[in-house]
C-alpha cells in the first residue's frame, strides 16, 4: 500500500479577504516517491498550492499535512527541510557568490557540520552534473545549469519531496530537456516525491499522476494517459495538449483503432507498425 | 558581457599573499596605516617602505595593475609635494623657481609626504588586489564577531555584502538589456547636453530598480524556503584559519614596526 506523504484536506485560499478565492475546497494527496504533476494555465491556482505545501503560504481553511506533521508555524522549519522547492527565475534563488557557496546556503541554515557539508555538495553536484562547475560565479551559468543548481541546493538537505515551481518555464527548450532529464535522473536514484508546476503539457507525461487545476478547483486527475484522452475538454480550459496525443485522436477519428493513448513518439510508432498484427 | 568579468580589482595568484587569511592582512594594514604617520626619519620610512615593497613583489602582481590601482591618486601626490615646496618655508634656501624660493625642509617634507601617500595607497591596494570581495567579506564579519554581543547585526551586515556581490554582474547584465531596450525605443544617453544627458538616465533607473525590488522579493522567499531563519544555529563551509605564513608574516610587520619606534627622529 503506498503512503501518502503530502495531503491537502478541504483547503482554501485567498491572499486577501476582498480577493478573489485561489484555491477552493481542494483535497489531494501525494504519495511517497511519486511524481505528480499539476498543470493548469495562469491564475488556475496551481503555483498558490506549491506555496501551501512547505508553508509559505498558510491555507485559509483547510489543513495541509505533510509526513503526519499539520502545518503550523511550530514545525514549518521541520516541514521545510523536509519539502525542498525551485522556482521559476533561476537567478532569484541563487543566494552564494558560487555554485559552491550556493548548494552550501541551505546546508548552513539547517546546521550541517562543515565535513558532512563538503560531501553533500560533492554529492549532490555529481547527481546534477554540475561537479565540474563547484568555483563558478552564477553569471557564467546558463539558466538550465543554474536550474540544476537549484535542484542541486534542494537535493543536499535530503527532503523527502522536491517541488518545481515551474522551474522550466524561463528556459529554452534545451534548458527544459535539462531539467526534465534530471529531474528523472534523481527519481531513479534516490527515494524522492517529486511534485511538478507547469503549465507545459509536453512536461507532464514523465509524471506518474496529473492534477489539472482550474479555476482554484481540481478538474482532473489520473494518469497521463488518461488525461491525454480528452481531448476537446482540456482545449476549452485553455490547455493544448502535445502534438503525439493529437495526431492520435486525429488517427482515431479516422477511423483507425489506436487503442493505447500514445505519450511519445516511440509510443506512437509502436502502435501504428502493430496496428494491424492480430498477435 | 564576457564571461570573465571581474568585480574589484582582484588579481588571481597564487603567491604567498594570496594565502594568507585576510584577517591577518586586514589587521596588518590597519596598523600599517596607523604606524605610517609616526615615520619621520629616514631609516623608519625605509622600514616601512621595504615591507611594502617586499609585499608587492611577493605577490608577483604585474605592475600595471598596480599602476593602474594608484591612478587615480597620482594627482593628489603631486599636488601634495608642489604644495608643501611652496608653503613650507623651513632650512636653507636651495633654490628659485620664479620668484618662489624653495627651502630644503620644504623638499623633505614634501618628499616625506608624498612617500606617506604613495605607501598607503600601495598596501591598502595589495588588500584588494590579493584577496577577493567574498574572502574580505568573510574576513569582516570574523573580525566584528565580538560586536555580536553589543547587539550589532554582524552576520545581516555579512550576508547583506556577500548578495550585493553575488548581484552586481546580475544587475549589469540587466541595465545593459534595458539601456539597449530604451535605445531601441530612441532614447538617447550618448549625446546631447549634460541635463538631456541626466534626464535620459531616468528611463534607465525605473525599471532597474522595479526589477530589484522584484528580485529582492523573490530571493527574500526562496531563501525562506530554504530553512533561511537568521544567523542563529547556522554552520558556515567558508572557514578562515590563520596558519604558518600569517603567523611568519605577522611576526615579521611586528619587526618593522619595533623599527619604525626605534629609528624615529
Known sequence: MEQSFLEFQNVSFQYREDSPVVLDDVSIQVNQNEWVAVIGHNGSGKSTMAKLMNGLLFPNEGHVYVDGLKLSDENIWEIRRKVGMVFQNPDNQFVGTTVK??????????????????KRIAHSLKAVGMEEYEDHEPHRLSGGQKQRVAIASVLAVAPSMIILDEATAMLDPKGRK???????????ERDVSVVTITHDLNEVTLADRVIVMNKGNVWFEGTPRELFEQKGDLQSIGLDIPLVSKFAHELKELGLNVNKQPLNHEELMDELWTLHSTM | MNSSMVIGQYVPGDSPVHHMDPRAKITIIFFFVIVVFFANSVASYGALALFALLSVGVTKIPPRFIAKGLKP??????????????VTKEGN????????????????????ISLRFFLLILITSLLTLTTTPIAITDAIESILHPLKR???????LALMMSISLRFI??????????????????????????????KAIVPLLVPLFVSAFKRAEELAMAMEARGYQGGEGRTKLRELALRKIDYMVLVLFT???IAVFLTRA
Request: hydrophobic residues 50%.
Open chain 1, 101 to 118: 557557496d550556493d548548494v552550501a546556503f541551505g546546508l548552513e541554515n539547517h546546521g550541517i557540520p562543515r565535513e558532512e557539508m563538503i
Open chain 1, 178 to 188: 535539462e531539467i526534465m532529464h534530471t529531474v528523472n535522473q534523481v527519481r531513479q
Open chain 2, 73 to 86: 591618486v597620482w594627482f593628489l601626490i603631486i599636488f601634495t609635494f608642489i604644495l608643501h615646496l611652496v
Open chain 2, 93 to 112: 634656501v636651495l633654490f628659485s623657481v620664479l620668484g618662489f624660493d624653495v627651502y630644503s625642509g620644504a623638499l623633505i617634507q614634501g618628499v616625506a
Open chain 2, 150 to 156: 553589543i547587539k550589532f547585526p554582524v552576520h545581516e
Open chain 2, 169 to 198: 554582474p546580475t544587475l549589469m547584465q540587466e541595465t545593459e538589456k534595458i539601456s539597449k531596450a530604451q535605445a531601441s525605443r530612441g532614447v538617447d544617453f550618448r549625446t546631447g547636453p549634460i541635463k538631456e544627458r541626466l
Open chain 2, 255 to 257: 619587526f618593522v614596526i
